[in-house]
């Protein structure tokens, strides 16, 4: 996949708030939204998925309960909690900025 | 609230453990059959598909491990977990855990009686109030701090640094309460003893200085806590009860509190009584000789501001006064001062030196037990690092492996320390709770206290974990692929491995030990069948005041006659003699000069010798069986109408006369000016002390030099317990009145000369069984090790024909080499140590052949016992199965 971004320090957190913003996810779910909703540009480990969910978890950003998958099978489902909406808030804006200041760093043209 | 929630949280987490695990477990596996799901859709097969995605995911146990620290990455959760794995991985090996855990509680256990010795009986003070300002006054030129009355009285009177010298001496004396009469210990104190020490009764009031207005003049006595709790049942009625002490009638003003008793640490009084009415007790007036010192310790606190030079300074300038004002009596006289609780620096000094001593030995225990905790933690590791690759292959950190080494040696140190201290804490209890001497009423006040518990916690985890850390650098070097692939750690044959050297230096330790205490336990026998210028065998001794009953002037002789004919009549009994203090049992006095014939200056300094002096009927020397070695002893007619005359010893004869054929029949002088002439000469022999180099001692007649102090020597020619009874009916009939105690020569010997060397063999063979079983452990561990470490090549050895000889050279020749060279450095270094020995254990002398041959059949024993086991699994291995299983 020539398309693949190595992931920034710190952006996992950010990447699995956005993916379970938009409707509750198992931890599967939630790798593959991430793949889908960046084009496939991103791609998670899978074995380092679970422990940032559980750190979100956690500083309760998520919240976690046992469902059903689409598949049928018994699987736990992540959302985001008041405090994990505000955070992603921040955190979208926070990265916004950055990316916008890099950018027109990056796009300055020798005078 | 937060800490609340937090807590709960923690509680929560601890006790849903399992679930949490469980559900963890089902999370991941959900994952793996989602993503399986999606790849059969893709066309694989399900049972492809599921391998796939299992090795899409990678290391589950890690996803895991990362899961659990990002949920409950806190310290209390983890540290649960890790003594949780740890007693379960120990639990899996108890030989090692044994082992350990028992090394180590036999080192705290050590260093905490030694320490509890030296807590109670030097670190402690007197329980008095403000006991640091408290000092006794020494005399830095006697061994003893003992002062005259009238001395006491300049010194307490004419300094400025104390707040209220007081003064005290332990005797005994006949009470009288109504019921039987009973022997008790007291202290005679100055008036001013309890506010001069600021104590507050506990019942009624003291006696003050107020009180003394002349000799007798304070017929009062303030009572113990302990003997008014035992003897008088804790009755607030007995405030103002007259009871009689030595036939004189005194009243009780109150009871001391509970915690003091007295200024002496190791010596309980029954009672107080101020010394002002000394001759009531002691049968003759001495509050105005300034030659006879029978104050025990002056001491007081000194005053606010006043330092300890400056206190000095000022009581020198005191003894000045005294060698010019009394220049007859009194030399040059140089004060010091020093902590009163174990007599001053005279026992202090003593007991102090000893437990340094001991304390030293403990620490060496501690050192051989850490040498031993170090190579087991190092072998174990070695052992377990094909475990340590296989978890480093699976994904676990090195620092989480090192947690769990650590956590191990903590729990082991915690283990060990807690058992440790547990013994300790029994054995000084019994300590405390053990009279060592019958005769009186001695105690060790030792029992365990908050410092005890925390030197002992403190030295089990410093020695534990600083010994956990010995196998660090073999876990951090552990490279994995290598182990899993050879399946040997690799190195053999390295030349001198740390553990080694740790061994050699346990090996030494022990045969220093083992040194020690066959020097002490030869010492002791030896001086148990030396010669101490008497025959203690078959003697009973009845030791008793004739003051307590009440009698003096002519009464005194005539009533010691009477005593010693009536115990001739004993059935059994060969001979009978008086003394006033025996020798060696009883503190023998050598307090007087003696001085030539033609001297006229009869000054200290002038002094030939200052002798032993004793007084005794005619039949002592025949009953102590003392040789008689020219002359003759004295008869009854040695009296107050005839010359004085002496026995002397030969040391006496030569010292004053020059030699003993020069003695008989000559004169020499006392103090006082009174000519005496030596009429006999008897053997040299021991007085004070067992260790004592031989000293000059006289003897005198009871008729020309009364004593009060009566001790009757009754040789019998059967077993003395089988004449007591009849000597005890003998006394009664006598005199009813008359406290006594009565018991054997050679008992009270054990009890008295001879317990310092009883005390030092005890716990030096003590020291050194511990410091034999750490080394048989020690070398045990590192010989099994080195079997089992060998087991493939000692196989092809044995296959190839080796002898088993052969293979025992090759098994232990190495454990044997280190045990040659550490016994034999620990032999050169015990020899050393044991001459500091000699000062407490009589003839204890580290150049005795059978002290060597013992050690050095010791430590061959020590070896072949240690090697046993491993010498039977290395001659017992069979080639064929080993190959089998490689």
Request: hydrophobic share 45%; net charge positive; proline share 5%.
């Amino acid at each position: 996949m020539p398309n693949q971004a190595q992931l920034l320090p710190g952006t996992l957190d950010l990447l699995i708030l956005k993916a379970v913003s938009l409707g509750p996810l198992h931890g599967y779910g939630a790798l593959l939204r991430i793949g889908q909703i960046s084009g496939s540009a991103l791609i998670v480990e899978q074995g380092a998925l679970y422990p940032a969910l559980f750190r979100l978890v956690r500083q309760g950003l998520l919240k976690a309960k046992w469902g059903t998958s689409e598949n049928n099978r018994r699987a736990k489902f992540y959302e985001l909690t008041s405090l994990g909406r505000k955070r992603l808030r921040e955190e979208t804006d926070g990265w916004n900025r950055l990316a916008a200041a890099m950018g027109s760093v990056l796009a300055a043209q020798p005078e | 609230m937060q800490l609340l929630s937090y807590l709960r949280s923690v509680a929560a987490k601890f006790f849903r453990r399992s679930q949490l695990e469980d559900e963890m477990e089902e999370e991941l596996r959900s994952h793996i059959q989602h993503r399986a799901d999606d790849l059969e859709r893709s066309g694989l097969d399900r049972s492809a598909a599921e391998r796939r995605a299992r090795l899409e995911f990678g290391s589950r146990e890690r996803s895991k491990e990362e899961c659990r620290e990002a949920l409950g990455g806190n310290f209390i959760e983890t540290l649960v977990m890790d003594v949780r794995f740890s007693l379960r991985v120990l639990r899996k090996s108890p030989g090692f855990t044994i082992t350990a855990v028992l090394t180590l509680a036999l080192a705290i256990g050590a260093n905490a009686v030694v320490f509890g010795l030296l807590n109670g009986l030097i670190l402690r003070p007197v329980d008095v109030p403000q006991p640091e300002s408290l000092y006794g006054i020494e005399r830095s030129d006697e061994d003893n701090p003992v002062e005259s009355y009238p001395d006491y009285l300049d010194l307490r009177d004419r300094n400025r640094s104390f707040d209220g010298l007081a003064a005290y001496r332990i005797t005994e004396a006949g009470l009288d309460t109504g019921k039987d009469p009973s022997r008790v210990f007291l202290f005679e104190v100055s008036g001013n003893y309890f506010d001069a020490l600021r104590i507050q009764p506990y019942l009624g009031r003291f006696f003050h200085a107020s009180d003394e207005r002349g000799p007798n003049s304070a017929p009062y006595i303030a009572l113990s806590y302990a003997y008014w709790h035992t003897h008088f049942q804790d009755d607030r009625g007995v405030l103002g009860r007259v009871v009689q002490v030595n036939k004189h009638p005194f009243t009780i003003l109150g009871v001391a509190p509970p915690g003091f008793h007295g200024t002496l640490l190791f010596a309980y009084p029954d009672f107080f009584l101020p010394m002002i009415n000394q001759e009531q007790v002691e049968g003759r007036n001495i509050l105005n000789a300034r030659g006879i010192a029978w104050i025990y310790l002056a001491l007081g606190h000194l005053k606010a501001g006043v330092t300890p030079p400056r206190a000095i300074a000022d009581l020198n300038s005191i003894g000045s006064y005294l060698e010019k004002t009394y220049p007859k009596e009194r030399g040059q006289i140089r004060y010091s001062l020093s902590r009163p609780s174990l007599y001053g620096d005279f026992l202090g000094r003593r007991v102090q030196m000893f437990l340094t001593a001991l304390m030293l030995l403990a620490g060496l225990i501690l050192l051989a037990a850490c040498a031993n905790l170090g190579s087991l933690f190092a072998a174990r590791a070695a052992d377990r690092s094909r475990e340590v690759a296989l978890r480093l292959a699976l994904g676990a950190k090195r620092a989480r492996i090192l947690r769990t080494l650590f956590t191990e040696a903590a729990l082991i140190s915690l283990a060990g320390g807690a058992l440790g201290l547990w013994g300790s804490v029994a054995l000084l209890r019994g300590m405390s709770a053990w009279q060592p001497v019958p005769r009186y009423p001695i105690t060790l006040p030792v029992n365990a206290d908050v410092n005890v518990y925390g030197i002992a916690l403190l030295l089990a985890l410093v020695s534990g974990i600083l010994f956990a850390l010995v196998p660090v650098r073999q876990v951090l070097r552990t490279d994995p692929y290598q182990i899993v692939k050879s399946g040997s750690t690799g190195a053999p044959g390295r030349r001198i491995t740390f553990r080694d050297l740790l061994l050699v230096a346990q090996i030494a330790i022990c045969a220093v030990l083992v040194t020690s205490s066959l020097v002490a336990v030869r010492g002791l026998v030896r001086s148990l069948h030396s010669d101490f210028g008497f025959d203690p065998r078959n003697v009973t001794i009845v030791d008793t005041d004739l003051s307590m009953a009440g009698y003096s002037g002519e009464r005194v002789p005539e009533m010691q006659r009477r005593m010693l004919e009536a115990m001739r009549t004993v059935p059994g009994v060969e001979s009978v003699g008086l003394i006033d203090w025996p020798p060696l049992i009883s503190g023998a006095y050598n307090d007087s000069y003696v001085f030539r014939d033609l001297a006229t200056d009869l000054r200290p300094s002038n002094a030939v010798a200052s002798p032993f002096s004793f007084r005794m009927s005619p039949e002592y020397f025949q009953a102590a069986g003392t040789a008689l070695l020219a002359g003759r002893t004295f008869s009854w007619h040695d009296d107050k109408n005839t010359p004085r005359v002496a026995v002397v010893n030969r040391e006496f004869a030569v010292k004053m006369f020059g030699s003993a054929g020069n003695a008989l029949g000559h004169f020499y002088k006392l103090r006082d000016g009174t000519r005496i002439q030596v009429v006999g000469i008897v053997e040299s022999g021991k007085y004070k002390g067992i260790t004592d180099d031989s000293a000059p001692a006289m003897f005198f007649p009871i008729l020309q030099s009364p004593t009060l102090a009566t001790n009757l020597v009754i040789r019998s020619s059967r077993d003395p317990r089988q004449v007591s009874g009849a000597i005890r009916n003998t006394l009664r009939d006598l005199d009813r009145a008359l406290p006594y105690y009565i018991g054997t020569w050679s008992q009270q010997l054990d009890d008295f000369a001879l317990f310092p060397s009883h005390v030092a063999t005890v716990s030096l063979g003590v020291l050194g069984v511990m410091g034999a079983m750490l080394s048989i452990t020690g070398i045990f561990g590192m010989a099994a090790y080195s079997v089992s470490g060998r087991l493939k090549e000692l196989g092809i050895r044995i296959a190839i024909g080796a002898q088993p000889k052969e293979v025992l050279q090759a098994a232990l020749g190495r454990a044997f080499k280190l045990l040659a060279f550490g016994s034999a450095a620990g032999l050169i270094l015990g020899i050393l140590a044991a001459r500091v020995l000699a000062s407490i254990v009589y003839q204890a002398s580290p150049r005795d052949p059978l002290v060597l041959a013992g050690v050095i059949v010791a430590m061959l024993l020590l070896g072949l016992l240690a090697t046993w086991i491993p010498a039977q699994r290395a001659l017992s291995i069979d080639p064929l199965a080993l190959l089998r299983e490689e």
